[in-house]
């Protein structure tokens, strides 16, 4: 048992030596992919637009979910005119990031380990490499950068949608008065603080989940067997990833 502990302990250290390393390349190599942005828009585009249909059906169904569990705790204490503010906080600062992050890491991470992945497989990069282009500057910054770009947006329009679902359910459906709605929650959500935390939260999100996703595509094994193991790896790693991040985030955010 305690050789078997060393042993996972051993490969959890070399892998997290190996993403690292992975990643301070892929930071050295940021400044000269955003010249060449036009690679960048393509993914961002792939990556983005595709994401925002599963993104928004989402939002809409856990904002009208929010609201009617907020609307029967918050009428315990006759206060269903905080419906808003609940709905709005709840999304803007945790669920609006972490959720998108977990969507995106399940469409698009999948998607960016198994096209990495099968390129290892069917000999593309290496036809690169003989032909002195780097996979790692052609393939993967470009999607590593989109991927990186696109989450804050799509948790952006998550939140938004998210609200608008609150919004349905709450003032629609259950008869809270619109002005106390949108009121109390203009007040209590704070740019500086609580908008900001979502921000950085998703930009973290999104250089985690994006890493995750390359890294494992591009050292996946040249098999098909490999290549459906990274993708499986992308997602499950990413998803303890996004949580672990959130409550690191959440804590520093707290504790100020």
């Not at 051993?10 to 000269?32: D, I, K, N, S, Y």
């Not at 828009?41 to 993104?55: D, E, K, P, T, V």
Request: neutral net charge.
């Amino acid at each position: 048992m305690w050789q078997d502990l060393r042993q996972a302990s051993r490969e959890f250290v070399e892998t997290l030596g190996a993403v690292t390393r992975f990643f301070l390349r892929l930071l050295a190599e940021t400044p000269a992919a955003l010249l060449r942005f036009g690679l960048v828009w393509q993914q961002l585009y792939r990556l983005g637009a595709h994401s925002l249909l599963i993104i928004g059906i989402s939002a809409v169904f856990v904002g009208m979910v929010l609201a009617l569990q907020g609307y029967h705790i918050l009428n315990q204490f006759g206060a269903t005119e905080s419906l808003g503010v609940m709905v709005a906080m709840t999304l803007v600062r945790e669920l609006g990031p972490v959720l998108t992050a977990i969507l995106f890491a399940g469409r698009s991470g999948t998607s960016l380990a198994s096209e990495i992945g099968l390129m290892r497989a069917t000999d593309q990069l290496s036809g690169m490499e003989m032909m002195a282009v780097d996979p790692v500057k052609r393939v993967v910054m470009p999607r590593f950068l989109a991927g990186v770009i696109a989450m804050p947006f799509l948790a952006a329009i998550f939140s938004a949608l998210g609200i608008f679902g609150g919004y349905v359910v709450g003032v629609g459906l259950l008869g809270v008065d619109a002005g106390p709605f949108w009121s109390q929650m203009n007040n209590a959500v704070q740019v500086g603080t609580d908008v900001m935390s979502g921000i950085w939260k998703s930009v973290a999100f999104g250089i985690a989940a994006s890493l995750i996703a390359v890294y494992e595509g591009y050292n996946a094994p040249p098999t098909a067997e490999g290549v459906s193991r990274a993708t499986t790896r992308a997602i499950v790693i990413t998803a303890v990833a996004v949580l672990a991040i959130n409550f690191l985030i959440t804590a520093m955010i707290v504790g100020d």
